[in-house]
């Protein structure tokens, strides 16, 4: 799935209100995923903080113009498919102080109240 990192603020439900379930992470703490209340497909996650969701792109109103620019978690991909060289993959997370430009790390510190 392709995750987009937005301010919890600026994300704008259309209609209902989504469903909150907690789900165990590999570390031991838990990520609440909403899901929509009629059909259950996921919307968004928060992970250890509310103030930033990761939503679903295919939630989107028009998805297409989204590409990613990294891949995690690669361990668990299935051997067809096939990730793009364009982006960078880690078996895991990463550090994205190293990775991610200089405005989405202000906007990231702006939201967390840093």
Same mark, same amino acid.
């Given at each position: +799935?392709?995750?987009?990192?937005?301010? !919890?603020?600026?994300?704008?439900?259309?209609?209902?209100?989504?469903?909150?379930?907690?789900?165990?992470?590999? $570390?031991?703490? /838990?990520?609440?995923? *909403?899901? =929509?209340?009629? =059909?259950?497909?996921?919307?968004? @996650?928060?992970? &250890?903080?509310?103030?930033?969701? *990761?939503?679903?792109?295919? !939630?989107? #109103?028009?998805?297409?113009?989204?590409?990613? #620019?990294?891949?995690? %978690? &690669?361990? @668990?991909? /299935?051997?067809? /498919?096939?990730?793009?060289?364009?982006?960078?993959? %880690? #078996? /895991?997370?990463? $550090? @994205?102080?190293?990775?991610?430009?200089?405005? @989405?790390?202000?906007?990231?510190?702006?939201? +967390?109240?840093?």
């Amino acid at each position: +799935m392709i995750n987009l990192l937005i301010e !919890t603020e600026r994300v704008e439900l259309l209609q209902g209100e989504p469903l909150a379930i907690e789900l165990p992470r590999d $570390d031991g703490s /838990v990520q609440q995923v *909403f899901r =929509c209340s009629s =059909c259950q497909v996921a919307l968004y @996650s928060h992970y &250890t903080r509310p103030e930033v969701a *990761f939503v679903r792109a295919g !939630t989107l #109103d028009d998805p297409r113009g989204i590409e990613p #620019d990294v891949h995690i %978690f &690669t361990r @668990s991909k /299935v051997d067809w /498919v096939i990730l793009p060289e364009s982006a960078p993959a %880690f #078996d /895991v997370y990463y $550090d @994205s102080k190293e990775l991610w430009p200089a405005g @989405s790390l202000a906007r990231l510190r702006a939201a +967390m109240g840093a």
